[in-house]
């Protein structure tokens, strides 16, 4: 080791084979704020410089102290002007990112988005091999463990998700108490409530990885069960019982409906749920990983996750979009309908997507559903509208606004005759293992997400008391 390696592994209390090119500032608990400013005091101990502010900002990795400690990075006095690195990081520091639009925050290894050639995969696997293929069961060990499982790996993740279902009585009574209200509020305050009942931890201490996973899971099981309680409690009925052997698509749907789910419907949401179990990094994935980040604990997380997704611009359009097919009414008026809403200057839903420029790679999966539904139902009227809209967008698609994957997918649950308002909650109950291992992703190498925002407002105002204002 060398003399800078080894002051970073003592300073910071680590082992030498740990000080690695890769590890950089709060990519582990122990460089953490506290670690990076004692790393500092050692290294203008060790060479005898002063670090101001510029290099404190530069010397944010093992690679950058190497390099500094090489000589690479002659000392500077106090003040002086930094390398093209630190200057760098202060024009950064000053351009406002709206939205953090364009904005690479971390890496990760779940999911690849081309939005240009419209790609999606979920660790390396093609969304369309996934969906056509795969059960919810496997994607859903895929996301969480990384790796698709053998046939006892699978066997033993359905009985973890069978075995996590059940959900605590007051938990359940809070659902019967909430049947008056929109699925999800429901959902998103009945996931915080299942953090009281989850398992204590000593006061002080952080949930480990292994716990967090073990939660993630049960959420994953436990989310279907709360949509369709509530719905099962709002239709005047009680709950029942889903096999224990059922599959996530048919315990979910025999709560939901009361009875045992044709083999068509399974398909249909199961295929659903495989398409939304996870798209990078999104508003709500985002939300997740924050919570988490600030080691609040995965069903922190998830709760996080489902109140950014309800908002109307994120999941919450999805239930916006299933009236598209009652706004146009036939397939002729589709032209008429697009052409008033572009001289309006307003958007039609279900088409446009912030990172695709093409088609949402999702949306063949969810036509298909409904192809297949309509065809069992002998009524396309739907299906013929939601096509003629997309006809009529065509000429938009060079321009990025392409159809999403909100189109089909309210039409294929209203087809299964499930009221407009589950639009979105489905897609939870298919997004939360996306989340899941997104916040687990980020809790294995965490750093705090704290983003600076840039002052605009007054400075220097005196303050009068309330009467001579």
Avoid at 216 to 239: D, N
Avoid at 267 to 285: P, Y
Wanted: net charge negative; hydrophobic share 45%.
């Amino acid at each position: 080791m060398s003399n800078a390696d080894q002051l970073i592994a003592r300073t910071l209390g680590i082992a030498g084979d740990r000080v690695t090119d890769g590890l950089e500032y709060q990519s582990i608990r122990e460089w953490d704020s506290l670690g990076h400013v004692s790393l500092m005091v050692a290294i203008e101990q060790e060479y005898g410089v002063e670090v101001d502010d510029d290099l404190m900002l530069e010397l944010r990795s093992v690679a950058a102290i190497r390099e500094f400690a090489a000589g690479r990075g002659a000392p500077r006095a106090p003040g002086q002007a930094g390398t093209a690195t630190a200057a760098a990081d202060r024009d950064e520091r000053r351009t406002v990112h709206r939205g953090l639009e364009g904005v690479t925050f971390d890496q990760t290894a779940i999911t690849h988005i081309d939005g240009a050639e419209g790609v999606l995969e979920y660790r390396g696997y093609s969304i369309h091999d996934l969906a056509e293929q795969a059960s919810f069961e496997e994607v859903a060990h895929l996301l969480v463990h990384g790796e698709l499982p053998d046939a006892a790996a699978l066997r033993h993740f359905e009985k973890q998700l069978s075995a996590a279902r059940a959900l605590p009585a007051p938990v359940l009574d809070l659902v019967r108490s909430l049947a008056h209200a929109h699925p999800m509020e429901v959902l998103r305050t009945c996931i915080s409530a299942l953090g009281a009942f989850g398992p204590r931890r000593t006061p002080g201490t952080d949930e480990s990885h292994a716990e967090a996973r073990e939660t993630g899971i049960s959420l994953i099981a436990r989310i279907p069960m709360i949509v369709a309680a509530h719905h099962a409690f709002r239709s005047g009925r009680e709950p029942v019982r889903p096999a224990e052997d059922a599959t996530h698509a048919e315990a979910f749907l025999t709560v939901l409906l009361g009875e045992r789910p044709s083999p068509a419907a399974v398909r249909v949401i199961d295929k659903g749920f495989i398409v939304h179990a996870d798209h990078g990094s999104n508003a709500s994935a985002f939300a997740a990983r924050v919570a988490i980040g600030c080691r609040a604990g995965m069903t922190a997380a998830l709760t996080a996750a489902v109140a950014a997704f309800a908002g109307s611009v994120h999941g919450g359009a999805a239930e916006r979009v299933v009236g598209l097919v009652d706004r146009v009414g036939s397939p002729e008026n589709a032209a008429d309908h697009v052409a008033a809403l572009q001289a309006r200057g307003e958007p039609v839903m279900g088409f446009g997507h912030r990172v695709y420029r093409t088609e949402d790679p999702r949306v063949r999966h969810l036509r298909a559903s409904v192809v297949e539904l309509s065809e069992e139902r002998g009524d396309s009227t739907g299906l013929d509208v939601l096509d003629a809209v997309a006809a009529a967008m065509r000429p938009y698609n060079r321009h990025g606004v392409a159809a999403n994957v909100d189109l089909y997918a309210g039409l294929a649950y209203r087809l299964l005759g499930l009221p407009d308002d589950l639009a979105v909650p489905l897609f939870v109950v298919g997004r939360a293992p996306g989340w899941v291992a997104q916040a687990l992703e980020q809790q294995s190498n965490n750093v705090l997400i704290r983003p600076l925002l840039g002052y605009v407002g007054p400075h220097g105002r005196t303050y009068r008391k309330a009467d001579d204002r």
